[in-house]
């Protein structure tokens, strides 16, 4: 499963980065407002940075508006990948953008029929929020299983992106369950290392190994 960093803060990208834990990046208008960083500034840097696709959403909500904006944020950098929401024009936009050879991660996707139209409209990636479906009481994780199954009775190449990751669980229950790639906040991304046994056992070899009084090095 590929990891995506949900994230527009340059630094927490980089440090990630670097230990070859990032194979793209996810933006989308809140987190560029929380970076407070101009949006073509900053989405330039993280094209600069990382070698995978960086999302970076249009905020237009009609087709030829979204086309427009689509086309000047995929003229950002090569690795950009437009993100369009899942309504009857962000899918126009989808097949004209995906048409021009553009990659499109199709976002804010709540159901397997919306999956299935942002296969058939082209999209490269298709965005299911599995932390908001859990928000009002649904399974989110399951929405990624029953997608997986569609598209794989189909044979749709639409790679399937498990975002709105919130917790250690999420991302293991996505990669279980088949999802091409997650998308998680820094903070989450580091949390999957930790395990309390793991320090426990770290403890007890280094008390010990303190009582035989050698040294590696
Ligand atoms: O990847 C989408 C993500 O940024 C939304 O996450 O936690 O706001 O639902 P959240």
């Not at 980065?17 to 990046?25: I, K, P, Q, S």
């Not at 960083?37 to 900053?42: F, H, K, M, P, Q």
């Not at 009857?88 to 159901?111: I, P, Q, R």
Request: aromatic share 6%.
């Amino acid at each position: 499963m590929k990891f995506f960093v949900d994230s527009a803060d340059v630094a927490a990208i980089a440090e990630l980065n670097e230990l070859g834990m990032v194979d793209g990046v996810t933006t989308n208008p809140s987190l560029i407002l929380k970076s407070g960083r101009d949006i073509t500034e900053v989405t330039r840097e993280i094209c600069e940075l990382v070698d995978g696709p960086v999302s970076a959403e249009v905020v237009a909500t009609e087709a030829d508006a979204m086309i427009t904006e689509g086309r000047k944020l995929a003229g950002i950098a090569p690795n950009i990948t437009v993100k369009l929401p899942l309504t009857w024009d962000g899918l126009k936009a989808c097949k004209v953008l995906t048409g021009e050879g553009k990659m499109v991660n199709v976002t804010l996707c709540f159901s397997v029929t919306q999956a299935l139209l942002a296969a058939k409209a082209g999209a490269s990636f298709i965005s299911p929020f599995i932390g908001r479906l859990d928000d009002i009481n649904l399974d989110g994780v399951e929405l990624i299983g029953d997608i997986r199954q569609v598209y794989d009775n189909y044979g749709f190449e639409t790679e399937i992106l498990a975002a709105s990751v919130r917790s250690v669980n999420h991302v293991a229950d996505v990669a279980r369950i088949g999802a091409d790639v997650m998308t998680a906040p820094p903070e989450v991304i580091h949390k999957l290392a930790l395990h309390p046994l793991t320090d426990a056992g770290l403890a007890k070899f280094l008390s010990d190994w303190e009582k035989t009084g050698q040294k590696i090095v």
